[in-house]
T-cell receptor
Framework: GQNIDQPTEMTATEGAIVQINCTYQTSGFNGLFWYQQHAGEAPTFLSY??LDGLEEKGRFSSFLSRSKGYSYLLLKELQMKDSASYLCAVLDSNYQLIWGAGTKLIIKP | GAVVSQHPSRVICKSGTSVKIECRSL??????MFWYRQFPKQSLMLMAT?????????EQGVEKDKFLINHASLTLSTLTVTSAHPEDSSFYIC?????????????FGNGTRLTVT
C-alpha cells in the first residue's frame, strides 16, 4: 500500500529553526509537495521537489532524497504566524496525490 | 492571486435541504478537479475526482447519490450535498492542477464551511 509518515505534532520556539520530516512509500514518484494549512483555512502551496537536493525559498527550505523516500521541510527564524499544520504529499505514478496526515507545529514565544 | 475560486465560503442550512458549492479555475482550464472534506483536527480526505464531460470518480465510502458532482465546463465543477444532515457538517475544499504543467502543484479553493442544523 501507499504510505506517508510525518510526526503528528512538533513544538518550537519563536526565532528558532525546526525541521519537519516526511517519509514515503508510494507506487511511483512524480514529486513531493509541502503545504501549509492554518486552522480553518484551505492548504497553501509551499514547495515542490522532484529531484534530490535542497530547494530554498526564503525562510523555508525543502529537501528530498528519492533513494531514501525521505523529505524534510526546514523553517528558519520561526514566527508566531508559522503556527500551522504542514502537509506532505507525494504525486504517484498515476499523478494522484497521496497525503500525509499533517504535522501540527506549535510556536512558543 | 487565487487561481481556484470556491463559493460560498460559509453556509448554514437546515437538515434535509441541499447545498451547492462551486469551484472555478481562474487562470487555467481544469479537466480534472478534486473535492476534499476535512473534519476538525483531521487530515484532508479525498471525496471524489471530478472529470469534465464525464462521470466523477468517487472514493470508497462516499455516496455518489448524496454528493452530486457536475463538471460541466473546463473551469467549473460543482458539488451538491443533497438532503444534508448534521453529520455532513464539515469543511469542503476543492482543488485543481494546471494540466499545462506536468507536475504543477494542487491549487486549493478557500474552502466552504458547511453547518447543517
Amino acid at each position: 500500500g501507499q504510505n506517508i509518515d510525518q510526526p503528528t505534532e512538533m513544538t518550537a520556539t519563536e526565532g528558532a529553526i525546526v525541521q519537519i520530516n516526511c517519509t514515503y512509500q508510494t507506487s511511483g514518484f512524480n514529486g513531493l509537495f509541502w503545504y501549509q494549512q492554518h486552522a480553518g483555512e484551505a492548504p497553501t502551496f509551499l514547495s515542490y521537489n522532484v529531484l534530490d537536493g535542497l530547494e530554498e525559498k526564503g525562510r523555508f527550505s525543502s529537501f528530498l532524497s528519492r533513494s531514501k523516500g525521505y523529505s524534510y521541510l526546514l523553517l528558519k527564524e520561526l514566527q508566531m504566524k508559522d503556527s500551522a499544520s504542514y502537509l506532505c504529499a507525494v504525486l504517484d505514478s498515476n499523478y494522484q496525490l497521496i497525503w500525509g496526515a499533517g504535522t501540527k507545529l506549535i510556536i512558543k514565544p | 492571486g487565487a487561481v481556484v475560486s470556491q463559493h460560498p465560503s460559509r453556509v448554514i442550512c437546515k437538515s434535509g435541504t441541499s447545498v451547492k458549492i462551486e469551484c472555478r479555475s481562474l487562470d487555467f482550464q481544469a479537466t480534472t478537479m478534486f473535492w476534499y472534506r476535512q473534519f476538525p483536527k483531521q487530515s484532508l480526505m479525498l471525496m471524489a475526482t471530478s472529470n469534465e464531460g464525464s462521470k466523477a470518480t468517487y472514493e470508497q465510502g462516499v455516496e455518489k447519490d448524496k454528493f452530486l458532482i457536475n463538471h460541466a465546463s473546463l473551469t467549473l465543477s460543482t458539488l451538491t450535498v443533497t438532503s444534508a444532515h448534521p453529520e455532513d457538517s464539515s469543511f469542503y475544499i476543492c482543488s485543481a492542477r494546471d494540466p499545462g504543467q506536468a507536475a504543477s502543484p494542487l491549487h486549493f479553493g478557500n474552502g466552504t464551511r458547511l453547518t447543517v442544523t
